[in-house]
């Protein structure tokens, strides 16, 4: 099989201008393990509304919201507080974006603050015309179906206010002999895989390798996915790196249990080796993952040295879901927590309407006809969940010819 190496790519100007933003416990703590191999090239921001949270972080720019509304506490797991949180501090999420071309936000989903800020985060980066990659951390199967479909709703939300999503359940950052670790390590080894796995690849993206992988194969790999992809990592040291790197590929869930490579539209594929990597090695995994991809799939390849790695190989893939299946899965996820029947339509971005059209009165039996302004409420957008003002059990936030029925000649 032919693999395809696309690093005639014209060169950009400038490197485009990438953030790192962690968003709730999970993300802060993954862009708190990201190293200074990430570092070099871009810079980390970490959000949070508990500031326990954001004092633990090694991150220098810390950005706390919601005091106002927490105490400067967590959400207590409650989404809708998560999106009052980045509402209220809205202008402060923007000022941390400037300045940036690309946001990746790291988040895991199914908790509140990263549930219901993360969507909100990404719609602000996309308003000010930022590509966002949200990398999804979706919750261990013990945490329960409340949290799993708060999860899909948030997932739903942020699919609509995004680029592309990665996807990756926490079960999957779990090798087997760590499965019965503490509750608290668990999480913690599962932030530093995903930390780990997302450090290989922009590793790759970020220095001159063997064949070359950039930022454009990263943008057309995950367009040609659909805009959703599931990320497989797994890593192999010793005389049988190859053959072992391979077994945990096979064995990975995103493989052995859901078909991610089978299925998969397109895959992005990375392999780090330390000066001791041959053609052989290389070859051997390139072939056997490949070789899994249904017919005409595309694909796009990054091989890349790190002396740090020596007798050690690196494996990260960007498998590609079926768009039919992602709107199926987030749709209904989306719809059991509305308690709905379930639709195969892909979600909406919801967007503030820039312009309320209604229709004209019908006539009167005045002598003089005359068009009124429409009075119906319009959208509060970003404000929609911010408490009214009230007094005497008038909304002051309404205007007064609207809260006395007035009508206003045109």
């Given at each position: 099989m032919q693999l395809e190496n696309k690093s005639a790519v014209a060169t950009p100007l400038r490197a485009p201008r990438i953030a790192?933003?962690?968003?709730?416990?999970?993300?802060?703590?993954?862009?708190?393990?990201?190293?200074?191999?990430?570092?070099?090239?871009?810079?980390?921001?970490?959000?949070?509304?508990?500031?326990?949270?954001?004092?633990?972080?090694?991150?220098?720019?810390?950005?706390?919201?919601?005091?106002?509304?927490?105490?400067?506490?967590?959400?207590?797991?409650?989404?809708?507080?998560?999106?009052?949180?980045?509402?209220?501090?809205?202008?402060k999420i923007r000022d941390s974006l400037l300045n940036t071309d690309v946001a990746v936000l790291l988040v895991g989903l199914g908790g509140g603050l990263g549930s219901g800020a993360a969507p909100m985060i990404a719609q602000t980066a996309r308003d000010e015309g930022i590509m966002v990659i949200s990398v999804v951390a979706l919750p261990f199967a013990f945490e329960g179906a409340a949290r799993a479909q708060q999860a899909d709703t948030a997932l739903v939300a942020l699919r609509a206010h995004s680029d592309a999503v990665i996807t990756v359940p926490n079960d999957h950052l779990l090798v087997e002999d760590e499965t019965e670790a503490p509750l608290e390590?668990?999480?913690?080894?599962?932030?530093?895989?995903?930390?780990?796995?997302?450090?290989?690849?922009?590793?790759?993206?970020?220095?001159?390798?063997?064949?070359?992988?950039?930022?454009?194969?990263?943008?057309q790999a995950l367009t040609a996915n659909g805009g959703v992809s599931t990320m497989i990592f797994a890593e192999g040291g010793g005389s049988g790196k190859v053959k072992l790197v391979m077994n945990r590929i096979q064995t990975h869930p995103a493989v052995a249990r859901d078909n991610a490579l089978a299925q998969a539209p397109g895959l992005l594929l990375g392999v780090l080796g330390g000066e001791d990597l041959t053609v052989m090695d290389v070859q051997?995994?390139?072939?056997?993952?490949?070789?899994?991809?249904?017919?005409?799939?595309?694909?796009?390849?990054?091989?890349?040295?790190?002396?740090a790695l020596r007798n050690?190989?690196?494996?990260?893939?960007?498998?590609?879901?079926?768009?039919?299946?992602?709107?199926?899965?987030?749709?209904?996820?989306?719809?059991?927590?509305?308690?709905?029947?379930?639709?195969?339509?892909?979600?909406?971005?919801?967007?503030?309407?820039?312009?309320?059209?209604?229709?004209?009165?019908?006539?009167?039996?005045?002598?003089?006809?005359?068009?009124?302004?429409?009075?119906?409420?319009?959208?509060k957008g970003r404000f929609r969940d911010v408490e009214p003002t009230l007094y005497q059990g008038e909304d002051l936030d309404l205007p007064t010819f609207i809260r006395r029925g007035q009508r206003l000649s045109n």
């Amino acid at each position: 099989m032919q693999l395809e190496n696309k690093s005639a790519v014209a060169t950009p100007l400038r490197a485009p201008r990438i953030a790192f933003v962690g968003v709730g416990g999970m993300g802060v703590n993954t862009v708190g393990a990201l190293d200074a191999t990430v570092s070099r090239f871009a810079r980390r921001v970490v959000v949070d509304s508990d500031h326990a949270t954001l004092r633990a972080s090694p991150v220098s720019h810390t950005l706390q919201i919601g005091t106002a509304l927490t105490g400067g506490q967590s959400t207590g797991g409650l989404m809708d507080i998560g999106r009052r949180c980045a509402n209220t501090d809205f202008l402060k999420i923007r000022d941390s974006l400037l300045n940036t071309d690309v946001a990746v936000l790291l988040v895991g989903l199914g908790g509140g603050l990263g549930s219901g800020a993360a969507p909100m985060i990404a719609q602000t980066a996309r308003d000010e015309g930022i590509m966002v990659i949200s990398v999804v951390a979706l919750p261990f199967a013990f945490e329960g179906a409340a949290r799993a479909q708060q999860a899909d709703t948030a997932l739903v939300a942020l699919r609509a206010h995004s680029d592309a999503v990665i996807t990756v359940p926490n079960d999957h950052l779990l090798v087997e002999d760590e499965t019965e670790a503490p509750l608290e390590e668990a999480f913690k080894k599962g932030a530093e895989q995903l930390g780990q796995g997302f450090r290989a690849l922009w590793q790759l993206l970020g220095q001159r390798t063997l064949i070359n992988l950039d930022f454009s194969h990263l943008k057309q790999a995950l367009t040609a996915n659909g805009g959703v992809s599931t990320m497989i990592f797994a890593e192999g040291g010793g005389s049988g790196k190859v053959k072992l790197v391979m077994n945990r590929i096979q064995t990975h869930p995103a493989v052995a249990r859901d078909n991610a490579l089978a299925q998969a539209p397109g895959l992005l594929l990375g392999v780090l080796g330390g000066e001791d990597l041959t053609v052989m090695d290389v070859q051997e995994v390139v072939l056997d993952i490949v070789g899994q991809l249904p017919e005409g799939a595309a694909h796009v390849l990054g091989v890349g040295i790190d002396p740090a790695l020596r007798n050690r190989i690196t494996v990260v893939a960007l498998a590609g879901q079926e768009a039919a299946d992602v709107d199926t899965a987030a749709d209904a996820g989306m719809a059991a927590a509305a308690g709905e029947t379930t639709s195969t339509a892909p979600p909406k971005a919801e967007r503030i309407p820039r312009k309320l059209v209604t229709a004209k009165p019908a006539p009167t039996t005045r002598k003089v006809e005359q068009e009124e302004l429409p009075l119906s409420a319009v959208s509060k957008g970003r404000f929609r969940d911010v408490e009214p003002t009230l007094y005497q059990g008038e909304d002051l936030d309404l205007p007064t010819f609207i809260r006395r029925g007035q009508r206003l000649s045109n």
